[in-house]
């Protein structure tokens, strides 16, 4: 059983809410867990920013447009969370979303959200979980769109660098590794060829083993595409169903900087990451 007893599941008016919603039950159900969701609107709060404030009329339109999205996101909760009985609830707030989940998120043991897709790049860079894994201290779960079966892995990948990053990503990761049929720990080796593992790679499953996790070492040699792809390319080969990967930016001047890394797996993963900074 994975030892989670607290999630958080973001809700907004994307077209995959819905499944994600279904996922994170059935992931509740799986830990014993209670499941919150939050639904954060934006859109009353967008229509307002305007150089001339908007008429009465114009007010009330947008209210009701507000109040009906924000009942069928109520709805959509009741209907795809109601294996969990008492162990659910439901919030809602108005304006940044960022900062509401990184508030909700104190208390919390993971936060599940939506890769972000083509039309959130008004959060900037990375959507959503972008800007949240650099300001809620907890670890996210990002989940893909579609293609998903289940919240609860079989197969894992650690993509490993021996960054503070990448470990962080791995300790927040254990309850997930400790139900894992199959681990492999992959690092990116410094030549073209990669006859035996890194040493940090060794380390990490040394230190798994203590923790009852067996892991496999794999050094990949210096790729001639460039290093988010070769781990993706890997993750697919091996059918990994989680990537724990480390969060790496920070934020400057409000201006989200993303490492390269972190930027190219928010964008194409095809399946769930598990991020921590």
Avoid at 179 to 188: C, E, F, G, L, W
Avoid at 256 to 277: C, E, I, K, N, Y
């Amino acid at each position: 059983m994975i030892s989670l007893k607290s999630i958080l599941v973001h809700l907004d008016d994307g077209q995959s809410c819905g499944e994600q919603l279904r996922l994170s039950a059935e992931l509740a159900v799986a830990c014993d867990a209670h499941l919150s969701a939050l639904y954060t609107s934006r859109f009353l709060t967008q229509s307002l920013l305007v150089d001339a404030p908007p008429s009465a009329i114009v007010l009330k339109a947008l209210e009701e447009e507000q109040r009906v999205r924000a009942a069928k996101a109520r709805e959509l909760f009741d209907s795809k969370t109601a294996i969990l009985d008492g162990r659910r609830e439901f919030h809602q707030e108005e304006g940044d979303p960022v900062r509401w989940l990184t508030l909700y998120g104190r208390y919390a043991d993971i936060i599940a959200v939506r890769r972000p897709e083509e039309d959130d790049e008004i959060i900037g860079i990375g959507g959503i979980p972008g800007a949240l894994a650099l300001s809620c201290g907890r670890p996210l779960l990002v989940v893909p769109s579609s293609g998903v079966k289940s919240l609860t892995p079989t197969r894992v990948m650690i993509a490993w660098n021996g960054s503070s990053e990448a470990a962080r990503a791995v300790a927040d990761s254990l309850p997930f590794l400790r139900i894992a049929s199959k681990v492999k720990v992959v690092s990116i080796g410094e030549g073209k060829d990669a006859e035996e593992e890194a040493p940090e790679s060794r380390d990490l499953c040394r230190h798994l083993s203590i923790h009852g996790i067996e892991a496999e070492p794999i050094t990949l040699p210096t790729p001639e595409i460039g290093v988010p792809e070769a781990l993706l390319s890997r993750a697919a080969a091996q059918g990994a169903d989680l990537i724990v990967i480390g969060a790496y930016g920070h934020s400057r001047f409000r201006e989200l900087v993303l490492g390269g890394v972190t930027r190219h797996f928010l964008a194409h993963s095809a399946v769930p990451l598990l991020l921590s900074h």
